[in-house]
């Protein structure tokens, strides 16, 4: 499966290089991610040359020199770009459903549309829309085509891992610490799911959970109360009881060792269920440990007082 960056949704939105590079980390994110199965993020041409900030300054104004040099040479050097291997018909002529007067054509998402592929968008843009409705004008009629449009790494993510087998636990293990930057997945994890059945739904569980957590790390401070309430009234997340934190025998249940050697209580945890079994995923906050790293110490079966 192969990705586009969806270039109008740069629009010169951004009002500090903070948060622009914040918006293309999660990109960057992505791009990393399709390499580990054998693909990668398509790209315009001009992206350098686009206006990225409010008062219409480019990548180029970009103060700090290490983030500024490392945009500019993906953009400027490394693409990969979607012209060097086009599929597309530089003949048709698309714009976007909501705004006929915005041209697609020879660009990424002309590309994107006429090979029926899924885009990334940068966030916060214009562009936070799925699915992403495209028109190709012709002289008879007009058709539409819908493709996928992710502004959520996560998200992205998943759908990159939709399509990905996995062969074993061993693949889920390696390719969780691959996509996981904030926290720590202990190595005592892998013993603990080899002992559960590999099953596709199991294994998009615990993945979609654990970047759930993950990403909480990653979005800006403002915002991280919302996005934790999101997970609790989802029940994605939750707390143990204060009544099984008094209990004794549950106590030290949740003690967990860590790779470091410190050992550490995880009452937090995930939780999904599957063919009525429920099944829990245990972390500790960074201010738990001394390394200060959220770590994951048990995914499995649901952990009980008995």
Not at 17 to 38: G, I, M, P, S, W
Not at 144 to 165: G, H, M
Not at 251 to 260: I, V, W
Request: one cysteine or more; a negative charge; aromatic letters at 14%.
């Amino acid at each position: 499966m192969v990705y586009f960056l969806n270039s109008y949704s740069i629009h010169g939105q951004f009002e500090s290089d903070e948060k622009c590079f914040l918006a293309l980390k999660r990109l960057t994110k992505v791009r990393e991610y399709l390499k580990t199965v054998n693909s990668d993020l398509y790209i315009d041409l001009d992206l350098k040359k686009k206006p990225f900030f409010t008062n219409g300054k480019t990548l180029s104004s970009i103060k700090d020199r290490t983030k500024r040099q490392y945009l500019l040479s993906w953009f400027d050097k490394a693409g990969p770009y979607w012209i060097t291997d086009r599929q597309s018909d530089e003949l048709n002529y698309w714009v976007d459903a909501r705004d006929d007067s915005v041209i697609l054509t020879d660009s990424s998402l002309h590309e994107a549309l006429e090979t029926c592929s899924p885009i990334i968008s940068i966030t916060p843009s214009n562009f936070c829309i799925s699915p992403f409705v495209g028109i190709k004008k012709t002289d008879s009629d007009d058709f539409s085509q819908e493709i996928l449009n992710f502004w959520n790494e996560n998200d992205a993510i998943d759908n990159i891992d939709s399509y990905y087998d996995f062969s074993d636990w061993n693949d889920v293990f390696a390719r969780l610490r691959k996509r996981l930057d904030n926290c720590i997945i202990e190595d005592l994890v892998l013993d603990q799911i080899k002992k559960l059945n590999f099953d596709k739904h199991i294994v998009v569980s615990i993945i979609s959970i654990c970047s759930s957590i993950d990403c909480y790390y990653s979005i800006n401070d403002d915002e991280k109360q919302t996005y934790w309430e999101n997970l609790l009234g989802r029940n994605i997340i939750s707390d143990s009881s204060q009544t099984e934190k008094t209990d004794p025998i549950f106590k030290k249940r949740m003690m967990f060792k860590l790779s470091s050697g410190e050992s550490v209580r995880c009452f937090w945890h995930g939780k999904f269920t599957y063919d009525k079994n429920p099944y829990r995923i245990h972390f500790c906050f960074p201010s738990d440990v001394k390394d200060s790293k959220c770590h994951i110490a048990y995914i499995g079966p649901k952990l009980t007082k008995k």
